[in-house]
């Protein structure tokens, strides 16, 4: 963009939609270059979160289902 090309042009060459471009600049358009970091490591951590307590929660279910008598 700073090379005075279009949206239409930018959005060609990255492989997306107009609409997708203006969507990730009304999401990311204000964050500066370390909050943007910031938030890539946060959402990093968040999936990894969510994979554990995935695999806790199953290993909790066999566990119930052992104690239980139901193999």
Known sequence: MATGQSVAEVSRQLGISE????????QYGQMKLTQLRQLKKVQKENAQLKKLV???SLDNSILKGALSGKY
Do not use: G
């Not at 609409?19 to 009304?26: E, F």
């Open 54 to 56: 995935a695999d806790l």
């Open 19 to 26: 609409a997708t471009y203006y969507n990730w600049r009304k």
